[in-house]
């Protein structure tokens, strides 16, 4: 099975950037829609965004503009860059393979997610 490993989160002031990565194991990582979630304390955990194989990208309208998805096919790597980081940002944050129509998690599993803390 595929294993995926989060990491890059940490604690940033408001306004911060961070980069995310996630690392999959298997080479056919290429041919599949990846979605970075999040799950911040006592809520759901939502998708942020979504990057198809061939790049297209969709983002949740509260990320928009701040957020960045990204993916690097010959590292099985997809990323999320995160700029102007506000405090409703602060979550774990998770990736998994994507349903590239409705965003929707289909592995039915998850890493160890990355702490994103923004706080001044």
């Known amino acids: 099975q595929v294993q995926l490993a989060e990491s890059g989160g940490g604690l940033v002031q408001p306004g911060g950037s961070l980069r995310l990565s996630c690392a999959a194991s298997r080479s056919t990582f290429r041919f599949k829609a990846m979605g970075w979630y999040r799950q911040a304390p006592g809520k759901e955990r939502e998708l942020v965004a979504s990057i198809a194989p061939c790049g297209s990208t969709n983002y949740v309208d509260s990320v928009k503009v701040r957020f960045t998805i990204s993916r690097d096919n010959a590292k099985n790597t997809v990323y999320l860059q995160m700029n102007s980081l506000k405090p409703e940002d602060t979550a774990i944050y998770y990736c998994?393979?994507?349903?590239?129509?409705?965003?929707?998690?289909?592995?039915?599993?998850w890493g160890q997610g990355t702490q994103v803390t923004v706080s001044s």
């Open positions: 998994n393979v994507a349903h590239e129509n409705t965003g929707r998690a289909l592995l039915p599993y």
